[in-house]
């Protein structure tokens, strides 16, 4: 499990995408993935990260071999993932903390 950041993305946007990772609740938050496309977290658009843009937390399985589960944090509504989390695992009943604490680590601003 990794997470990186896109390389074309402000230090002022990366802040707020901190921001809001740092304000998701991992505990009410619902985690879930699509198979080949992206399917929103339920619960973490009450991390406001106290700006105009709204970001929104995705995940998605890729059907490559072996399958790789794939989180972004992007402009809600968008893919143009800021951050990436990327795994091999998935686990239904582990919090939301792991991916949210390696995609804050990620962001060095």
């Not at 950041?5 to 740092?22: G, I, P, R, T």
């Not at 406001?48 to 059907?63: A, N, W, Y």
């Amino acid at each position: 499990m990794s997470a990186h950041v896109n390389k074309n993305v402000s230090k002022k946007v990366l802040k707020q995408v901190k921001k809001y990772l740092e304000n998701i609740d991992p505990e009410k938050v619902e985690k879930g993935h699509g198979m080949g496309k992206y399917t929103a977290w339920h619960g973490d658009s009450k991390a406001k990260s106290g700006t105009d843009i709204t970001f929104q937390t995705m995940s998605m399985l890729t059907s490559g071999k072996p399958p790789t589960y794939i989180t972004i944090v992007a402009p809600k509504g968008r893919t143009e993932a800021h951050v990436t989390y990327e795994s091999s695992t998935w686990s239904t009943s582990e919090s939301a903390k792991p991916i949210i604490d390696e995609m804050i680590k990620a962001i060095k601003v």
